[in-house]
Nanobody, 119 residues
Framework: QVQLVESGGGVVQDGGSLRLSCAAS????????MGWYRQVPGKQRELVAR?????????ADSVKGRFTISTDNAKNTAYLYLEMNSLKPEDTAVYYC???????????WGKGTLVTVSL
């Protein structure tokens, strides 16, 4: 199975930038797609950006043109990144890394990293 560990969250001012990272280890060859989701208290977790193994990407309308998702691979680890620019207070949330393992038909989640955008 895949294990996911996020990093890169923090506090940034309105208009600032942050880069989130997610390291995927384990059965990474079974990963069909990876993505970033976010959640604020009292609301459902929502898709921010997603990328397939074929390189196809999709973004939430609210982040198009500001966020960029990308991947990289090392020998036994896959990396997922989210470059976030022109951040707004409404981007404040816990951001979760997700991997879909097609072979097992299941989603795997990281523990999340908090992003806070202050005025």
């Amino acid at each position: 199975q895949v294990q996911l560990v996020e990093s890169g969250g923090g506090v940034v001012q309105d208009g600032g930038s942050l880069r989130l990272s997610c390291a995927a280890s384990g059965t990474i060859l079974s990963i069909n797609a990876m993505g970033w989701y976010r959640q604020v208290p009292g609301k459902q977790r929502e898709l921010v950006a997603r990328i397939t193994s074929g390189g196809n990407t999709n973004y939430a309308d609210s982040v198009k043109g500001r966020f960029t998702i990308s991947t990289d691979n090392a020998k036994n680890t896959a990396y997922l990144y989210l470059e976030m620019n022109s951040l707004k207070p409404e981007d404040t949330a816990v951001y979760y890394c997700n991997a879909y393992e097609a072979g097992y038909g299941m989603d795997v989640w990281g523990k999340g990293t908090l992003v806070t955008v202050s005025l």
